[in-house]
């Protein structure tokens, strides 16, 4: 929302689901939360391998910046590769999930939502090893499972990520976490809600 130049930012996901709204409504609301202005569009991919197709994820990235788009969140998965492609040759920021995708299109990934699953799977096998069952576990910014390279990633300065670049606009994220681990800062979460 702040860097945004044409006030136009868009949204890749793979599939319209409340799971996959967790990453593309947090995107368009914190644009819109620091830029009221800014029209979000978002687009899904669909089709008969929506986590990987980056043909097609990539087709919706040109289509959102011949509209102007110029920041583009995406949530596809293996389809993000298409989005990046997307980027380079159009001259847009990308953003990407899961783990460090800046290297895969330097000086076109703004940022990246990293996952941490790797803690889920450690907590989930101690829970079993111990005998518990039917336990249902949620992790977030407090238990360091979700973050931005930039707050959260080892090494952040070598990610590639052109958010690196932007050292003011790093604190400020660096606080809205910080409000948000506090509860000072409530995101609601579209899988809960009612």
Request: overall charge negative; hydrophobic content about 45%; some cysteine.
């Amino acid at each position: 929302g702040s860097l945004t130049e044409s006030n136009k930012v868009g949204v890749i996901g793979a599939l319209d689901i409340p799971f996959l709204h967790r990453y593309t409504d947090a995107y368009a609301e914190g644009a819109l939360a620091v830029n009221p202005d800014v029209e979000v569009s978002t687009l899904w991919v669909g089709g008969d391998n929506p986590f990987s197709d980056p043909v097609r994820a990539k087709e919706q990235a040109l289509a959102l910046a011949s509209g102007g788009v110029d920041h583009i969140y995406a949530a596809t998965a293996g389809g993000n590769f298409g989005v990046f492609e997307a980027a380079k040759e159009e001259g847009f920021f990308a953003y990407g999930v899961d783990v460090n995708q800046c290297p895969d299109a330097p000086g076109f990934v703004m940022e990246n939502m990293i996952k941490r699953v790797d803690l889920a799977i450690v907590d989930a096998v101690d829970q079993l090893m111990a005998g518990e069952t039917g336990f249902f576990n949620t992790y977030g910014l407090a238990e360091g499972a979700m973050g931005l390279v930039s707050l959260v990633g080892e090494n952040p300065g070598d990610s590639q990520c052109v958010l690196q670049d932007y050292p003011d606009l790093i604190e400020i994220l660096r606080g809205l976490q910080q409000q948000i681990i506090d509860g000072e800062l409530v995101i609601e979460d579209p899988m809960f809600a009612q």
